[in-house]
C-alpha cells in the first residue's frame, strides 16, 4: 500500500520569506501523480499543484514550486515570498495512474508571520 | 468553477442516533468521495463512489455507509452513530481532465460532534 508522511506538523515563515514544505511517500509504481493542496482556516480545501511522475521537470505555479526527487521518493513544496494568505494546512497527495483514489499525508500547519 | 457543497457545516448528534451527511456537486462529476480529517492523522477515505449507484470502501469504512442515487449526489450515513465518529468530513468530487490527472475538488466539510 501507499504511504505519504509529512515529518513537519507546524512551519512558521516570516511575511517574504521562502518556506519549504517536506513530504515523502512510498510506492513501487512507477507512474503517478503528487499533488500539495491547501486548506486554509474554515475554508474548502483548493489544489496548489500537481506533478507527474513520468515528468522530469519540477512543477511551478506562480510563488508555489515543487522540488520532485522520484528516487528519494521526495516531493517538498517550496512557497517564496509568503504571503499573510498563504496561513493554511498544507496536504501532500499521492494516486496512482491508474485510478481516483488519493493518499494524505498527515498535514503541516503553516504559519506566516508579519 | 465547480462547486462542492455539503449540507450542514456544523452538526451535533446523540450517541446511537442515525446521522445523514450530504453532498452535492454541480459539474456533473462522475466520482465522489467521503473523507474523515482527524489532527495529526490528515485525510481518511471512507467510501467513494465512481457512478450512480457504484460505490467502493475506502481505508476505514467501518460504522459508515453510502448512498449515490443520482450522479450529482453523495450520502455519507452514520447508522449509529458513536463519539469516535466525532470528526471533519470533507466530499470530493473528480472527473479526469485533458491531461488525466483527475483533480480533486472538495467541499467545505462537515464538523460532526457525538456526544
Known amino acids: 500500500a501507499q504511504t505519504v508522511t509529512q515529518s513537519q506538523p507546524e512551519m512558521s515563515v516570516q511575511e517574504a520569506e521562502t518556506v519549504t514544505l517536506s513530504c515523502t511517500y512510498d510506492?513501487?509504481?512507477?507512474?503517478?501523480?503528487l499533488f500539495w493542496y491547501k486548506q486554509p482556516p474554515s475554508r474548502q480545501m483548493i489544489l496548489v499543484i500537481r506533478q507527474e511522475a513520468y515528468k522530469q521537470q519540477n512543477a511551478t505555479e506562480n510563488r508555489f514550486s515543487v522540488n520532485f526527487q522520484k528516487a528519494a521518493k521526495s516531493f517538498s513544496l517550496k512557497i517564496s515570498d509568503s504571503q499573510l494568505g498563504d496561513a493554511a494546512m498544507y496536504f501532500c497527495a499521492y494516486r496512482k495512474t491508474s485510478g481516483s483514489r488519493l493518499t494524505f499525508g498527515e498535514g503541516t500547519q503553516l504559519t506566516v508571520n508579519p | 468553477d465547480v462547486k462542492v457543497t455539503q449540507s450542514s457545516r456544523y452538526l451535533v448528534k446523540r450517541t446511537g442516533e442515525k446521522v445523514f451527511l450530504e453532498c452535492v456537486q454541480d459539474m456533473d462529476h462522475e466520482n465522489m468521495f467521503w473523507y474523515r480529517q482527524d489532527p495529526g492523522l490528515g485525510l481518511r477515505l471512507i467510501y467513494f463512489s465512481y457512478d450512480v449507484k457504484m460505490k467502493e470502501k475506502g481505508d476505514i469504512p467501518e460504522g459508515y455507509s453510502v448512498s449515490r442515487e443520482k450522479k450529482e449526489r453523495f450520502s455519507l450515513i452514520l447508522e449509529s452513530a458513536s463519539t469516535n465518529q466525532t470528526s471533519m468530513y470533507l466530499c470530493?468530487?473528480?472527473?479526469?481532465?485533458?491531461?488525466?490527472?483527475?483533480?480533486?475538488?472538495f467541499g467545505p466539510g462537515t464538523r460532526l460532534t457525538v456526544l
Open positions: 510506492t513501487s509504481e512507477s507512474d503517478y501523480y
Open positions: 470530493a468530487s473528480s472527473f479526469p481532465d485533458l491531461e488525466g490527472t483527475d483533480t480533486q475538488y
